[in-house]
């Protein structure tokens, strides 16, 4: 047998499955900056900011003066919406105006997506 009987590096690579597939391998740029990844935060804070600002708007707008003074809202997140209360008397008031009708109309004043709520008691934060 001599050399031609031989098969070369290149040649068996071109068979090999294994070998075949490696070479269709994409590489990732291992260059990448951060900006991409920082445009896509200031987006996500933007919106949450935006959406919580909107759900802060419906419940001064939507609320009645009384339950206004006795609650607030705490935040928004995932499409929860937190109020906080001052006590147990005020977080019954407001749940019973939120499932009569007072969710609904938050959610269309703030044209913002609300699943759910909690009601926390607690003390108003100052501003």
């Known amino acids: 047998m001599g050399e031609d009987s031989r098969q070369s590096d290149d040649e068996v690579g071109r068979f090999d499955p294994l070998s075949r597939l490696r070479g269709f391998r994409v590489r990732h740029d291992r260059g990448r900056g951060v900006s991409e990844d920082c445009d896509q935060l200031m987006r996500s ?17 939507g609320a009645p003066d009384d ?3 006795l609650g ?6 995932g499409g929860k919406l937190e109020i906080g209360v001052e006590n147990a008397g005020a977080r019954h008031r407001v749940d019973r105006w939120l499932r009569s009708g007072g969710l609904e109309m938050m959610r269309e004043l703030g044209k913002v997506r609300i699943k759910s709520v909690v009601l926390r ?7």
């Open 45 to 61: 804070l933007k919106r949450v900011s935006r959406d919580q600002s909107a759900a802060v708007e419906a419940w001064s707008t």
């Open 67 to 69: 339950l206004q003074s």
């Open 72 to 77: 607030w809202v705490s935040g928004l997140k």
């Open 121 to 127: 008691i607690g003390e108003r934060p100052e501003s």
